[in-house]
């Protein structure tokens, strides 16, 4: 009878050990079978985790090491809240050493910068935090960076986004997966965070400066969302299906942007042309236009669409490229820096290439007419007087067209041919050393320098 009741008595304690340690190791549990389903290629990866100190990064570094991922850590310290911003950098330095992995740590004068590129403290952050990031993976050769985003999170940018203003996309939460950078905790809640960090004993550092609602976010985090928590208790649930359905609708519109795109766009490998008419015959010009040209750095929806109607030469101009309405099309070119260059070419030289433009040049022994096409001219070398200089063409220039009686402005040339206003700019001269245009590369020869019957020294140059 007394065996039998200790016997009771044991399965009882395993029963409540059991209990506890799957208590303990659900986060675990639910964490590896998301990481196998949602991202088994990081498995034998080399990972660096963003790591601030905090509960949400720290929580994931212990995620990792416990399941035996190859990890290191990278810690930003942003100068931002003095000697709390050094204790955080110790704390991770601290941790690394206790887990037996790589880390790197960095500090940055992060409100001098704000103020020299006139941005805010947190995009300032931002940009640091990431340009550090990509260097550190290229020169460690890193797979992926793992950053602590959780589903909190999640929501916190889509109210923001949803207070500010924003389409579709910025209602679409945090992407998962963006290039090298993965967030492998935005299923998983605040809440089961701080549980499995207490639970396992886990220390973390607390930012003082997340309790503050001076920042917009905090504001949404402390104000906001407990007050829709206590609207709708099920809020983290039924915000994922908002998401879901979100995201689902955005892949139609996806696939149908995809189809106009091809419709009313024609791209030579430098230029991307979009047709105004095909533009103005979409149910929807401006949100079409928006759609198409948002990645390429476009934020303004009136100053696209007003393009469509303005006169030739009118632009827009994002970080790192232009529109620019020209007759029939709107031209979308990478911006360049590159436009006052220019070079000196010597007698003897045999080739010229930069990033856009490559020269080839032949000395020919020959006096008979030579067939000449776009890619290549033959000229009288007798008459050139070295250094020639090949620049971008410039206002009030003229030359005199092969084939043709008296000299004609580069401007009216350019607009018979029907060359846009990008192409103009892109267009490079062949000069004399007295500046006279010898040939608009790639277009046409000057007529003073083609080769005659009395030519004894031809120059061939030829566009690779």
């Known amino acids: 009878m007394f065996a039998k009741s200790e016997s009771n008595a044991r399965s009882f304690i395993e029963f409540l050990i059991s209990i506890f340690a799957f208590k303990i190791n659900y986060l675990l549990q639910k964490f590896q079978e998301h990481i196998d389903h949602n991202f088994s290629f990081i498995k034998d990866k080399r990972l660096l985790i963003a790591i601030s100190g ?6 994931l570094t212990h995620l ?28 991770v330095e601290n941790l690394a050493s206790k887990l037996n992995i790589q880390h790197f740590s960095t500090s940055f004068s992060t409100e001098t910068y704000a103020k020299k590129n006139k941005s805010s403290i947190q995009m300032a952050a931002r940009e640091l935090r990431y340009n550090w990031f990509d260097k550190i993976q290229l020169e460690n050769n890193f797979d992926y960076i793992l950053t602590a985003h959780q589903k909190e999170d999640v929501l916190e940018t889509f109210l923001i986004n949803l207070t500010r203003g924003t389409g579709l996309e910025g209602l679409t939460g945090i992407p998962t997966i963006n290039g090298k950078i993965i967030r492998p905790l935005l299923n998983v809640t605040r ?7 207490i639970e396992n004993n886990i220390e973390w550092r607390e930012d003082k400066s997340n309790a503050s609602t001076k920042y917009f976010r905090n504001k949404i985090r402390h104000q906001v969302i407990p007050v829709l928590k206590e609207l709708n208790p099920s809020l983290m649930s039924t915000f994922d299906k908002t998401l879901e359905n979100l995201n689902k609708s955005k892949q139609i519109i996806d696939d149908k942007i995809e189809d106009v795109k091809f419709s009313i766009e024609n791209f030579d490998g430098k230029i991307h042309q979009f047709d105004i008419e095909k533009i103005k015959e979409l149910s ?17 929806w009136e100053d696209l669409s007003e393009l469509i109607n303005a006169q030739s030469g009118k632009q827009v101009i994002s970080k790192t490229h232009r529109l620019v309405k020209d007759r029939t099309h709107l031209l979308l070119s990478k911006i360049e820096t590159n436009n006052a260059e220019q070079y000196q070419l010597t007698e003897n030289l045999t080739a010229l290439e930069n990033s856009d433009l490559h020269l080839t040049f032949e000395t020919i022994e020959e006096t008979k007419q030579l067939s ?17 200089t090949v620049r971008k063409w410039q206002n009030g220039d003229y030359f005199y067209p092969l084939g043709m009686q008296g000299k ?23 000069c004399n050393a007295n500046n006279e245009v010898i040939w608009i590369v790639g277009k046409r020869l000057d007529n003073r320098f083609k080769i005659t019957e009395s030519t004894t020294k031809t120059l061939k140059i030829t566009i690779q």
Do not use: M, Q
């Open 284 to 300: 929807s010009p401006k949100a079409y236009l928006f759609e198409i040209l948002k990645k390429y750095g476009f934020t303004e």
């Open 54 to 59: 905090g509960i949400d990064s720290v929580a």
């Open 372 to 388: 000449e096409t776009e890619k290549s001219v033959y000229i009288d070398k007798n008459l050139l007087k070295f250094p020639l």
């Open 191 to 197: 809440e089961e965070i701080h549980k499995y960090a």
């Open 64 to 91: 990792l090491h416990t399941l035996k991922y190859d990890i290191s850590l990278a810690h930003c310290n942003f100068k931002l809240r003095k000697n709390e911003s050094d204790l955080d950098e110790t704390f």
């Open 408 to 430: 004609k402005k580069l401007s009216k040339f350019f607009k018979d041919e029907k060359i846009s206003i990008l192409e103009k700019e892109k267009t490079w001269l062949l």
